[in-house]
Each structure stands twice: as structure tokens, then as C-alpha cells.
């Protein structure tokens, strides 16, 4: 029988239920390692229906961004059966340094098998383990390389304990992905790899833990950060969503489905703001639709000049809003803003809710059903120096969230 996660409270853990969001589906949170800087937040969702246990961690290396990222995406999602477990933030002292470790050394190699954890955040974890009673661990994570390609990485792989029937799943999950996912313009080498392991418990990774301690299938999915994050989180969250259908937690695939619901008004134009008038038009704003109908959050906004030299977007103004930060976007809703301390390098993908300097510089942007909004970035500079955008083409990626929680990505090109 397993354990629901309110009667989870052990040391270090603090429990805390929120309003479930149907008769037939209650999701909870707890705390772990409460006080220390360690301390995250498991996520437990529950159907009604009894069905397997899945758990998913992301963040255990701190500059893995797609691992974490993912996971916060699919800790919102809705199941119909057992119960979905995430950890998106499994080393947040590595996350918040943006480091592969934290002060007490690589988290996944405090997991040895048959003996204790070899560190008081991997014990908390793997009492998690323990206590929700897994029956299936996805260890989320991001490589500099791909697998296989003689680069050193280990992206684009999945690589499966050789407990239960975790190769079984791994294999068709590569096959799926590499079917129906992974984007055609790309060129072969960005197929996904599988690996079934032999020798679990060879390596003191949850993973290898998971296997030899419990007997229990895993997976490390991996992608590569050749790839844009958007890329990588929608591979990320795609193979996830298939592995709950085939688990038993979704009776249909639906969250991750690819039709895009904002759309790009064709109107990009360069702008020489008032706010700092340098005599270039240094800035640029272009419209965003939203053709859903429900209401539509943006999350995040990825920009990608072709021109390499364009490196760069930075304000020059100690003010908020629409010409006095990088990033504005005017919504009928609630309009959106990031106002980034420093500026930052491009290309760069842009968190609404979390870049800003300051509490009042981040808020992601919210458009009613069939609404329009009007996205500003200010200034592009090269080399420190403005630059006059007329005649440069940028690929900009817009993330959004609709309000039954359906995700989605929309990439347009912006030619000015």
C-alpha cells in the first residue's frame, strides 16, 4: 500500500495540501531539508484511480537548465491513474550557482549501493524514494555533446537500469522520439541513442541505486545543449508524457501536443526609443496573437540574432517598463516585464518570472482568448555599443502556458 504524501513527514520534511483541482485528483507539496540551503519542494500529484507511482527529478546538476525546467512543467500536469512525484529542484545550491556541484561535492554520486547516502541531501532524496514507494524513477538532465558522436557528451540518450522493464521502455521511447518528435530540419547525429545498462549499481548514481538497491526500473534521459532549450525541453517533456501513457498514469497523450496557439502578426520593426535616443534603432517590438481559446501566460522568450556580432541585449535606465528594460510586453491581462540586472548575453532565452533584479522586475504576461500583445526588447548592442537593427533577422522562440495548463512553443523569424 502507498503512502499518500501528507503522511509523509519525516526529519526534515514539512507537509503542506493544496486545494485538490478536481473530485478525482488531489496534488500536495512537502519540504525537504527545512532550514538549510538545500531546502526544495516535492510536488505529489494523486488520482483517484490506483496505478503505478512515477517519479521524476530534475536540477541534480545545477547547469543542466533543461533537467529542472522540464520538471516544473510536468509537475503541473494532470493524471488520470497512480500517483506522479516530482523533484524539480533536487540541488538547489547548484542550481542557484549555476554549477554541476554544490559545496558537498556531485550529487549523483552520493548514492552507493547497499550502503548509506553519502550526503545529507541524497539521504533526504532517497527517503523520498523510499517513502512514496516508486516504482519508476526519470532523472532528468542536459550534456554538453551527444552521445555516441565521439564528443565526450551524452546527450540525445536514454539510458535505462537493467532492473524491471526500464530497457523495454527506453527503447521505445527512442523510437517514438526519433519518429514523431525530433524536429525533421535537423540533421541525423540529433536522433536519441539508447543504452540498457548491465551493471546497475556500478556507479553511485541514483539511477544505478534505484536498480541494484530496489530492484527498480530508471531512466537518465539526456539531451544536448547543442540545442536550443525550448528544443530540449519539448523532447524532455514529449518522452515523459509517452512513458505515462505507457506506464499507466495518462489514458491519452494530449500534454505535450505541438499545434501552436500564439501566433506571429508579421509586423516586427526597429525602433529608436525615446527613452535613450542614441540615434539607432536599437530596439525592435513585433505582435503576438493568441488563437487559443482560453486564456494564454508567456513564460519565457528565447532571441537569437543571426548575426553573431549582435551580442548582446542591455537598457541603460534605472526605470521599469517598455523602453527602460530588455524586455516588455503589453497584454490585456497583465502585462508582462523582465528588466535584467547587467543585461545579458545573446542569444539567451528569458524567464518572465524569475530574470528580473528584483521582485518588481519579473512578471510574465497573460492574453485573454484571441487577444493580441505587443513584445518590446531594448537595446541590441555589439560589443558594448548600440546597434541599429534595420536589415538583421532574429529567431525568436515565445513559451506559453494556457490556462488549463497545456504548454506550448511558437518560433517565428523576425525579419526587420
Not at 523533484?87 to 554549477?99: D, M, S, V, W, Y
Request: aromatic fraction near 6%.
Amino acid at each position: 500500500m502507498k503512502l499518500g504524501a501528507c503522511a509523509i513527514g519525516g526529519a526534515g520534511m514539512v507537509a503542506s495540501a493544496s486545494r485538490p483541482a478536481s473530485a478525482r485528483l488531489s496534488r500536495s507539496t512537502y519540504t525537504i531539508r527545512v532550514g538549510t540551503a538545500e531546502e526544495t519542494t516535492v510536488y505529489v500529484t494523486e488520482a483517484a484511480d490506483d496505478g503505478p507511482t512515477l517519479m521524476v527529478t530534475g536540477g541534480v546538476h545545477g547547469d543542466e537548465t533543461n533537467g529542472y525546467r522540464s520538471a516544473h512543467r510536468i509537475r503541473k500536469w494532470d493524471i488520470d491513474a497512480g500517483k506522479l512525484v516530482v523533484l524539480p529542484e533536487a540541488c538547489k545550491p547548484a542550481i542557484e550557482a549555476g554549477t554541476q556541484q554544490y559545496e558537498d561535492g556531485d550529487l549523483n554520486r552520493h548514492f552507493p549501493d547497499g550502503t548509506e547516502e553519502e550526503s545529507p541531501l541524497a539521504d533526504a532524496i532517497w527517503d523520498v524514494v523510499l517513502q512514496e514507494d516508486v516504482d519508476f524513477l526519470w532523472d532528468l538532465h542536459s550534456s554538453y555533446g551527444v552521445y555516441e558522436s565521439g564528443d565526450g557528451g551524452v546527450g540525445q540518450a536514454l539510458f535505462a537500469t537493467d532492473a524491471g522493464d526500464a530497457g523495454v521502455h527506453s527503447k521505445a521511447i527512442r523510437d517514438y522520439l526519433n519518429a514523431e518528435v525530433v524536429d525533421d530540419s535537423l540533421d541525423d547525429e540529433y536522433d536519441f541513442r539508447e543504452h540498457t545498462h548491465n551493471d546497475d549499481g556500478s556507479r553511485d548514481m541514483l539511477k544505478h541505486k534505484m536498480g541494484a538497491t530496489l530492484d527498480t526500473p530508471a531512466i537518465i534521459f539526456e539531451t544536448t545543449e547543442e540545442l536550443s532549450l525550448d528544443r530540449q525541453t519539448k523532447y524532455t517533456t514529449a518522452a515523459v508524457e509517452r512513458f505515462m501513457y505507457r506506464f499507466g498514469l495518462l489514458e491519452t497523450v494530449s500534454v505535450t501536443e505541438s499545434s501552436n496557439h500564439l501566433s506571429y502578426d508579421g509586423d516586427a520593426t526597429a525602433v529608436n526609443a525615446p527613452a535613450d535616443d542614441n540615434g539607432q534603432r536599437s530596439g525592435l517590438l513585433f505582435g503576438v496573437t493568441n488563437d487559443a481559446d482560453r486564456e494564454a501566460t508567456i513564460t519565457d522568450i528565447e532571441v537569437a540574432p543571426a548575426n553573431a556580432a549582435v551580442d548582446e541585449l542591455a537598457d541603460h535606465s534605472y526605470e521599469e517598463g517598455q523602453w527602460t528594460s530588455e524586455l516588455h510586453v503589453t497584454a490585456d491581462v497583465q502585462d508582462g516585464l523582465t528588466d535584467i540586472n547587467g543585461g545579458t548575453a545573446l542569444p539567451a532565452t528569458i524567464d518572465l518570472s524569475a530574470d528580473g533584479f528584483s521582485d518588481s522586475a519579473d512578471r510574465e504576461a497573460i492574453l485573454s482568448a484571441g487577444s493580441s500583445a505587443t513584445v518590446s526588447l531594448y537595446q541590441f548592442e555589439s560589443g558594448g555599443a548600440p546597434v541599429d537593427m534595420v536589415g538583421e533577422d532574429l529567431t525568436v522562440t515565445v513559451e506559453y502556458e494556457l490556462a488549463d495548463g497545456q504548454t506550448g512553443s511558437a518560433e517565428f523569424a523576425l525579419a526587420l
